[in-house]
């Protein structure tokens, strides 16, 4: 029972081995972000662990009119398209408005709908249109039986390359909580794969005023609880400075920190019986 998306050679579902999709949370510029994709492009290699890159190059929805946003749709397409080209990677990001979709869609793998943008049928319809396939990012605000109406508006379009993306639930002010229970509850409702945002569930959502804060120290114990709760793959934000990164740095782990990490979380896959 269940989808398997495709994206090249990697599998993600059923008993596909564990994926990971990550990367800085924003371009800030070319050379951080070919340093940060190289890194992971080989230590997922060492590790045997199939690889998305993933980084946004305009975050829209960020706390603060004053905050930083990305080089933009033309520049920050470019980086990634260069990055996809020089390193081999599957290219995974967040689109925002409808305007963005055919551009991005020529170069991107995988096109992100944005958690708070998960309702807004048209914009899913325009991005679903393209073939290409979809990671939903289940809203803060819904509930895991409730993204079976986002899938359904993906399906409508003859798109069935759909994975969903938890990244907690909105509990009180400027707080997250996750539940895990979800994500069996999404696997079975929808049949289709389950991502786990371990970075973003530790997030403290407009925390810090002018900006979101976050607690990064959470975020490997989070990801290890997901593994084992089924999770067909983790999406984990980082940074080779998390504190001077200029998009949700208090959540973003230290790059270097997935040496230890992700090993852990093959690990636990292993025990499950699942392939890792």
């Keep these: 029972m269940g989808n398997i998306v495709k994206v090249g050679d990697i599998l993600i579902g059923q008993a596909s081995p564990l994926v990971l999709i990550s990367g800085p949370c924003v371009i800030e510029d070319y050379d951080t972000t070919f340093e940060i994709a190289s890194y992971l492009k080989e230590l997922t290699r060492q590790l045997d662990i199939p690889f998305i890159f993933k980084a946004s190059y305009d975050k829209a929805n960020r706390t603060s009119v004053n905050s930083y946003r ?11 398209e260069n990055v996809k080209k020089e390193l081999g990677l599957k290219i995974l990001s967040d689109v925002h408005s409808i305007n963005e979709v055919s551009m991005a869609a020529d170069i991107l793998d995988i096109i992100q709908i944005p958690a708070l943008l998960c309702r807004q049928t048209d914009f899913i319809l325009e991005i679903s249109k393209t073939g290409k396939p979809v990671n939903i990012k289940k809203g803060q605000f819904l509930a895991p039986w409730d993204i079976t109406n986002v899938v359904e508006k993906v399906v409508s379009t003859g798109n069935k390359q759909i994975m969903i993306t938890e990244r907690g639930t909105m509990f009180g002010y400027n707080n997250l909580v996750v539940d895990f229970r979800g994500l069996k509850i999404m696997q079975d409702t929808t049949g289709l794969p389950v991502i786990f945002d371990a970075t973003h569930s530790v997030q403290l959502p407009g925390g810090a005023g002018t900006s ?24 984990l934000e980082v940074h080779t400075d998390p504190d001077r990164a200029l998009c949700d740095g208090p959540n973003s782990l230290k790059i270097d920190s997935l040496k230890k990490l992700l090993p852990q979380l093959k690990a636990i896959r292993k025990i499950l019986g699942v392939r890792s």
């Design 212 to 235: 979101s804060g976050g607690q990064r120290e959470f975020a490997p114990i989070l990801a290890g609880a997901a593994v084992a709760a089924g999770a067909d793959g983790i999406f």
């Design 70 to 80: 990305g080089p933009g749709l033309i520049d920050g397409l470019k980086i990634l």
